[in-house]
């Protein structure tokens, strides 16, 4: 939220930003904090079918919770008209939860997302931890290249989408594979993606801090289109 710096340029195009935890807190389950890519430290935007994780049902705080909250606050905001963005497991969170929900948002964008995240390490540990190995099926739900294959269809409106992601990227070809999600859009059709490949930049708040007006304009461009 601070160190992005992106409340400059978000002031000045009047789009209010929105901040959301990556978990739940205060739930106390063991092993919660155990690991900076499970539990408290990632919630991966899903809804967890485990018991032991019942909590972590973050799918339905961003797009059914959180919307009533603000409403309920009275601010001078229109929540109902809104776009959404994130960076690394947040921006896996942003292309699925956008993907699934097309009608909701009106543009997404993201920094570094977890692209495929059924066939890469960190996908795979929060996915058999919150949705379980036997239910393989429900991973590819949460993986936005899987959603992206399935986007077609006249019910389906385009969906602008831009992508940032670091040539040095030290998870690049481990974790983040861009590419396979922008192959699923060619054959979608239905998606307008700008991926960009960002030389020389990593993972870190440098890389989002460097880019970061370029994203908020992207999405005011889109909340301005027909608002006014």
Not at 121 to 134: E, I
Request: glycine share 8%.
């Amino acid at each position: 939220m601070q160190k992005s710096g992106a409340q400059r340029k978000a002031a000045e195009l009047k789009v209010a930003l929105v901040t959301p935890d990556t978990s739940p807190r205060g739930h106390n389950v063991e092993g919660e904090s155990d690991s900076w890519d499970f539990g408290v430290g990632a919630g991966f935007y899903l809804n967890a079918t485990e018991e032991k994780w019942k909590h972590w049902k973050m799918y339905d705080y961003i797009i059914s919770e959180l919307p009533q909250v603000l409403k309920s606050l009275n601010l001078l905001i229109e929540v109902d008209w809104c776009s959404i963005m994130g960076h690394s497991m947040g921006g896996h969170g942003a292309l699925t939860l956008a993907l699934k929900n097309p009608y909701k948002f009106r543009s997404v964008s993201a920094f570094a997302p977890i692209c495929n995240p059924t066939q890469v390490p960190w996908g795979q540990k929060a996915f058999s931890g919150y949705l379980g190995d036997d239910n393989k099926e429900s991973w590819r739900e949460y993986d936005a290249t899987e959603l992206a294959l399935k986007f077609e269809g006249d019910n389906c409106p385009s969906i602008p989408i831009l992508m940032d992601t670091g040539t040095n990227d030290e998870f690049l070809k481990t974790q983040l594979h861009p590419w396979a999600f922008e192959e699923a859009v060619k054959k979608s059709g239905k998606i307008s993606l700008e991926s960009r490949m960002q030389e020389g930049y990593d993972h870190s708040y440098f890389f989002i801090a460097s880019f970061i007006e370029d994203h908020v304009q992207f999405h005011a461009f889109y909340l301005n289109q027909g608002f006014w």
